[in-house]
């Protein structure tokens, strides 16, 4: 899978009492993480975990490895130890696995894929349907998953490619009918130009998929399986403290965790909030975050995985180790 309003400004309180680090409560493990993008508000819920001590509670020393354009293959650097966890699609899990790893998912924080086609009002694409005929503005690799959907859906592969890159531009200028975008990526910028948008998710489209699963090598589940409990647990908790107050992690991002970057804060708070929902189901609400529908996987996401010519897809029970999340939720 592809990589990725309202400026409200936080009482100095309320943000002191939201950033306070409890002293450490047990002797840390270092764990390192490598996320697939910079350093922004995608990764909230490590920020806020590290800032508010929960990691340290949890006796655990996050240390969060940067991703974007120039970083090698996720899945190299964790199979290369250089990473303890990593963050990906779960497909390209699924092909390292198919290629000789061992890796082990055990939980997933996009409930909902935040990948989707956007359109202008004159010409909206609300439906799968709608992209049949349309001239498609994708970024290089793309292609596969508009197939796929064409596929799942049951209609022909025509349309036109516009090779596109990750500015919408294209879109407004007339180059493209529809743009594949990021939901808390390109709507927010045209959003912020007051460029009218309609946004059809993937999920809305027929592609179902969980996105920016955690996983690790089975040896290191095996070795170190309390400590990746402690470690979910405690990431549950931040970013169920995020949902709470998005504006507490876009600060954090743009003072603290992502400095350097230049980002401005009132984008991070767009993001932030864009994302929430994304991460939030049924099934958060009743098991937790980041939980994982074994069945959806085996059922609708495998049939849309085979839909882009993936047939070795491993048993279910074998990809996703579901008791780190079920002790995680056991722990106070």
């Known amino acids: ?80 130890g250089r990473a303890d966890i990593g963050i990906d699609q779960l497909e390209r899990v699924i ?7 061992d890796f082990v998912i055990f939980a997933a924080i996009y409930q909902h894929n935040p990948v989707a086609m956007m359109s202008l009002p004159a010409h909206p694409i609300h439906t799968a349907k709608d992209l049949v005929g349309k001239r498609l503005g994708l970024q290089e690799g793309a292609k596969i998953y508009i197939d796929a959907i064409l ?24 180059a493209c009918d529809a743009y594949l975008c990021f939901v808390t990526n390109q709507p927010l910028m045209l959003e912020a130009r007051h460029v009218p948008v309609v946004v059809a998710t993937f999920d809305e489209l027929g592609y179902s998929s969980y996105t ?70 049924a099934l958060t609400r009743a098991h937790g975050r980041m939980w994982i529908d074994t069945q959806r996987v085996a059922g609708p996401i495998y049939t849309t995985l085979r839909a882009t010519g993936r047939t070795n897809l491993p048993p279910v029970d074998r990809l996703i180790d579901m008791s780190i999340l079920r002790d995680a939720a056991r722990q106070p």
């Not at 799942?152 to 407004?172: A, K």
Request: include cysteine; aromatic fraction near 8%; charge should be negative.
């Open 212 to 281: 920016d699963c955690l996983f690790c090598t089975r040896d290191y589940l095996t070795k170190n399986r309390d400590t990746v409990v402690r470690y979910v647990r405690a990431l549950q908790h931040g970013w169920a403290t995020n949902a709470q107050n998005p504006l507490v992690a876009a600060h954090l991002t743009t003072t603290v965790y992502g400095a350097a970057l230049g980002l401005d804060e009132a984008h991070e708070i767009a993001l932030n909030r864009a994302q929430i929902p994304l991460m939030e189901s």
């Open 95 to 101: 092909d390292a696995n198919n290629q000789g790893e």
């Open 1 to 80: 899978m592809i990589d990725r309003r309202l400026f409200i400004t936080a009482g100095s309180a309320a943000l002191g009492a939201a950033l306070a680090t409890p002293a450490p409560a047990r002797a840390a493990t270092t764990v390192t993480t490598q996320i697939q993008w910079i350093k922004d508000v995608q990764s909230a819920g490590w920020w806020i975990a590290d800032s508010n001590g929960y990691f340290r509670d949890a006796g655990i020393d996050s240390n969060v490895l940067a991703g974007g354009p120039g970083v090698a293959n996720i899945e190299s650097i964790v199979a290369a």
């Open 151 to 174: 596929r799942v859906n049951h209609l022909p592969l025509t349309y036109t490619e516009v090779v596109v890159g990750f500015d919408p531009e294209p879109l407004v200028e007339g």
